[in-house]
């Protein structure tokens, strides 16, 4: 278990779908406008949240994930009379249609990926789903690559890329534009928000940019709660609302962080804190979390898997008041000390862990639920996690891994 999950509280955004309610008693002009304004502001909730424009399977081994960060779903239809919502590359030329009619879940994913080199179709994905493209492409996006992968050529250009509510090129204006996120090597603003963010040298590593969930840009050295609390940052400049890792821990230009992307569709899981929620609190409350059994500090090395100065364990009771039945329940770490890690700062890599069974708890309500006992004291069964892959993790679990229960 993780020192920080997604955060779960509820968003101050919600306030203005609560205004919509009350728009209802005002004059119908002033509540058209509103509702007008409404519905832009849920269309700029559609923001670009993961990105890659090359990988370990070449130049083509892209992907671009779209993010639904508005509280209610979306439901795609173009401002013009084109075909749905485009993400087009600086390039001017469309990559891939979001169709019209197409219902992105508040919370919700949507992913185009460039089906000759996306090599992350095996990722997880929802209940035996994968992360495959929601819609694909074949047209490699320039950035940085070496043109003919034999060396001794000036690099690709780095194009920026952008999503439109038209998928008529002719419409690829600002006034269409819902996001865009470029390198400071693209020269054309509509591609780009502010600066931009660090321009890569292309490597052959598994690596995305993503939009910060925790709103440290990547730190992993402040410590504290995140101040974004789990919702992916988008103040419109893409040099600080975007973080890059890598499975290697490598210095390409935009940060040294070790860490796996996570591309995710419209199969993939929603972030429950939209409603009736999973609440979670400490394994035994009785005691303060930093001890026993809330907190299990194992000296023992196990150098084969990566815990060459042991183990943490945090153990959380966690309960669906969702009303529905959940076949499985999963985490994504979106802040961690880890490499590299400068002295005196913890490196810390998530692994997989098997069930353990707990004696001596004396928290009532973990005894009622779990116990046995049903009355504290009580013995509980805590379940371990898997970590999911790939992508393969040479250097250990690493920052936003999903980790599974069941
Ligand atoms: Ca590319
Ligand atoms: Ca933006
Ligand atoms: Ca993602």
Redesign the pocket.
């Known amino acids: 278990m993780f020192a920080n999950l997604w955060r779960m509280k509820r968003r101050a955004r919600g306030a203005w779908a609560r205004n919509a309610w009350t728009q209802a008693r005002k004059p119908k002009r002033e509540r058209l406008l509103r509702l007008e304004a409404l519905e832009g502001r849920q269309l700029l909730a559609l923001i670009i949240?993961?990105f890659r424009l090359n990988g370990p399977a070449g130049a083509n081994d892209e992907f671009i994930?779209i993010y639904n960060s508005a509280d209610t779903p979306i439901t795609v239809a173009a401002a013009d009379a084109s075909a749905g919502f485009a993400l087009a590359a600086s390039d001017g030329v469309a990559r891939f249609i979001i169709p019209n009619g197409t219902i992105i879940p508040a919370r919700g994913?949507f992913l185009g990926v460039n089906s000759v080199g996306y090599s992350l179709a095996s990722y997880p994905g929802g209940n035996g789903t994968t992360a495959t493209g929601d819609a694909t492409y074949t047209t490699n996006i320039p950035s940085g690559e070496d043109p003919d992968g034999g060396g001794g050529n000036p690099p690709l250009p780095r194009l920026g890329i952008a999503l439109f509510n038209t998928s008529n090129p002719a419409n690829f204006v600002l006034a269409n534009r819902l996001d865009a996120v470029g390198s400071t090597a693209e020269a054309n603003t509509l591609y780009k928000e502010g600066t931009g963010h660090p321009a890569l040298t292309f490597f052959a590593i598994d690596h995305s940019f993503?939009r910060d969930p925790c709103g440290k840009q990547g730190s992993i050295t402040t410590f504290g709660p995140c101040p974004a609390d789990g919702v992916p940052n988008d103040t419109d400049n893409n040099a600080v609302d975007f973080v890059f890792v890598d499975t290697n821990g490598t210095s390409a230009g935009a940060g040294q962080r070790l860490g796996a992307p996570?591309?995710?569709n419209l199969s993939s899981p929603i972030a429950l804190d939209v409603g009736p929620i999973i609440s979670r609190s400490l394994l035994d409350s009785t005691v303060v979390v930093g001890n026993p059994p809330n907190k299990v500090r194992d000296f023992t090395m196990d150098a084969a898997n990566n815990s060459t100065f042991g183990t943490i364990a945090l153990r959380r009771r966690f309960v669906n008041n969702t009303g529905a039945a959940l076949t499985r329940l999963r985490f994504r770490i979106i802040d961690l000390t880890t490499f590299p890690a400068p002295s005196g700062i913890a490196d810390l890599r998530p692994r997989t862990s098997g069930a353990v069974v707990v004696a001596g708890i004396n928290d009532p309500a973990t005894c009622a639920a779990t116990g046995t006992p049903a009355t504290a004291p009580c013995t509980a069964t805590v379940q371990g996690t898997t970590l999911e892959q790939p992508p393969n993790q040479p250097n250990g679990e690493t920052v936003r891994l999903l980790a599974g229960v069941g």
């Open positions: 949240s993961e994930e994913h993503y996570g591309p995710e």
